[in-house]
């Protein structure tokens, strides 16, 4: 393990060696944390609400850079090494931040004594600052709400700031050393002699990933089981590293004074232990839904579906879309749903399709029939990223310091909504209407009715696998984070692989039934899962987002007079204002209610249903 610098001393001269490409700018950030440093520290609760909103805008800022720096670090590694930066930058980012991390502890300190922002008032007159009062009204501030109410879900102020500074460098970087070890094992497949020679140049995880979408069942076949040997041969040390990071996690918890690790993890997105499991436990009543999808798929493609068959494709490829009749589509769909937001969206549409008028090929997905969604998707994606920009950040965590960035919930729920937005347009034109103006030219009725099936298979297999394969994980997790299983995890005479595997087996079980076979090797690909590794606790974010967008997409049908009004209010709140909760209610999805959230579950049924009708059309 890397040594870091000690927290109790300020200055950095171990980075500022003259001599390393990239240090200046490295040493140009060092002096402007320093220099935030000098003007904020123990000066936080003196801050009128401007001035608060002016020091997280240069925190958000340095932040940035940071981001910006590390990335500077991943130039010219090739496409399949492991995307991370070099343990110097990576020594140098975490004593950044340890530098900065006074001014949230000093936040923190303030927040802890605060009302609840719907109870709160204005600032008194003596100075004492409520900031979650003034976020609401100070325009420098409301940016950073979100923000600040995670820091008031946490409990991190508990030490002086030296020794916290300490614990920060030391875990985060022991942490850090542990990942890098498991993404470093894990990128080396060495001997490519079990797939075809076509295939043989995919010698990346990511390829072999990719290729449970090809169309034949025996590279299939061949990827998914050149993976999964992989991953079995490394799965002692993932067993290991996993029990270690398992321990450090429960640690951390226990000395923040939670009940548990989940508690943790949970807190920071303002969700709650009892609330979690009382969805799981909901997901898990809906497991035929899954079963019945992939019923669904045996019998259209005449096969049974094994484990390494769930993304395949279904039948003949997508004919070919331009990125400009992809965008084209897009702008299509949102003018019908809302002439508004169409407006608003028509120059950055155009502005995607100038810049993939050529796109070159995925080198990850080598065959017909992935290109024609992904500009459709890809435009999806920019579009939501535009209506609903992404908040401040004025931090970066472990998977962003590693260069694993993940998107934020709502502009996954944001995706997922206006995907079902481009199939609603899609299907009403496959159903007897006439081509939507962007495919008129060159488009059957048959082209469209392939491309909105298509479309909506894409759509159904990702949010299948965003409930309840997810869901799947997080239940592991709360597994491997109760008390009486980390013995078994950690102890030296029983093997943590074997016991991992077996609970991993018992629950990918229970989710397929008899609708998918499952394989041997499956017990293995826990070792491969990122979200164990790298983002604990990540899944119940993104079956979380899955459940809201599907809801809303229920509610909009049920009353798009009421939806719409609120769906743009929550488009034009300032990005980072609005707390998880809050943008859902704005959604007319209440997240203090399990049982409004899984609402989006009866719109996954429709959706299969949906399906399960335009293949009987097809047939006739």
């Not at 496409?79 to 502890?105: G, N």
């Not at 609603?424 to 006439?434: Q, S």
């Amino acid at each position: 393990m890397p040594v870091v610098s000690s927290a109790a001393e300020p200055p950095f001269e171990r980075f500022s060696s003259s001599g390393q490409e990239g240090a200046p700018a490295w040493k140009d950030l060092e002096e402007q944390v320093q220099e935030f440093a000098r003007c904020y520290r123990g000066q936080v609760a003196q801050l009128s609400p401007p001035e608060l909103g002016k020091a997280l805008q240069v925190l958000s800022q340095l932040t940035q850079a940071l981001a910006a720096q590390l990335a500077e670090g991943r130039e010219g590694i090739p496409a399949t090494s492991v995307q991370i930066p070099s343990w110097r930058d990576l020594e140098r980012a975490i004593s950044l931040q340890s530098h900065l991390l006074f001014f949230s502890l000093e936040l923190q300190s303030l927040l802890a004594g605060s009302p609840d922002d719907s109870a709160a008032e204005l600032p008194p007159e003596d100075g004492r600052l409520d900031l979650l009062a003034a976020a609401h009204v100070e325009p420098r501030l409301r940016p950073f709400r979100q923000f600040l109410c995670g820091l008031l879900h946490q409990r991190g102020h508990r030490q002086a700031e030296p020794l916290e500074r300490l614990l920060h460098q030391q875990r985060l970087a022991g942490r850090l050393a542990w990942r890098q070890l498991w993404q470093v094992t894990l990128s080396s497949l060495g001997d490519q002699g079990l797939l075809p020679p076509q295939q043989q140049s995919a010698n990346t995880l990511a390829h072999l990933q990719n290729l449970q979408t090809h169309p034949s069942a025996e590279v299939r076949w061949a990827a998914y089981q050149r993976l999964c040997h992989h991953l079995e041969a490394h799965a002692e040390l993932g067993g290991f590293i996993l029990s270690i990071l398992v321990r450090d996690h429960l640690w951390e918890a226990q000395w923040r004074g939670y009940d548990s690790a989940a508690d943790l993890y949970l807190a920071r997105h303002g969700l709650s232990q009892p609330f979690w499991e009382h969805l799981l436990d909901g997901i898990h009543d809906r497991f035929d839904l899954f079963q019945r999808y992939y019923r669904l798929k045996s019998r259209a493609m005449s096969r049974s579906i094994r484990l390494c068959d769930l993304y395949a494709p279904w039948g003949e490829p997508v004919p070919p879309l331009a990125a400009a009749e992809a965008t084209s589509l897009v702008w299509a769909a949102l003018q019908e749903f809302c002439p508004e937001c169409a407006a608003h969206a028509k120059p950055w549409l155009l502005e995607v399709s100038s810049k993939r008028e050529a796109p070159p090929g995925d080198p990850e997905r080598p065959w017909p029939g992935s290109e024609p969604l992904a500009s459709l998707l890809q435009a999806l994606e920019a579009l939501s990223r535009r209506l609903r920009p992404e908040e401040p950040r004025v931090w970066l965590d472990l998977e962003e310091l590693q260069g694993s960035v993940q998107p934020s919930w709502e502009i996954r729920v944001h995706t997922a909504f206006l995907q079902q937005v481009l199939l609603d347009y899609l299907l009403g034109a496959a159903r007897g209407t006439p081509a939507p103006p962007p495919l008129r030219n060159r488009a059957s009725g048959l082209e469209v009715f392939t491309l909105a099936q298509a479309l909506l298979i894409h759509h159904l297999e990702a949010q299948l696998q965003a409930v309840f394969y997810q869901s799947l994980i997080a239940r592991l997790e709360l597994l491997l984070y109760r008390s009486e299983n980390t013995a078994p995890l950690a102890s030296s005479k029983a093997s943590p692989t074997s016991w991992v595997g077996e609970e991993w087996l018992k629950l990918i079980q229970e989710l397929c039934g008899d609708a998918v076979e499952l394989l041997p090797e499956d017990q293995f690909c826990w070792v491969g899962m990122p979200e164990l590794f790298l983002r604990p606790f990540s899944a119940p974010q993104v079956s979380l987002a899955s459940l809201v967008a599907l809801a809303c997409h229920r509610q909009y049908h049920l009353s798009p007079r009421t939806f719409l009004p609120r769906y743009l209010n929550w488009l034009a709140s300032p990005p980072g204002s609005l707390t998880w909760g809050e943008s859902a209610q704005l959604l007319q999805v209440d997240l203090s209610e399990p049982e409004e959230v899984l609402q989006g579950l009866e719109e996954l049924e429709h959706w299969i249903e949906v399906l399960e009708e335009l293949l009987e059309e097809n047939q006739d």
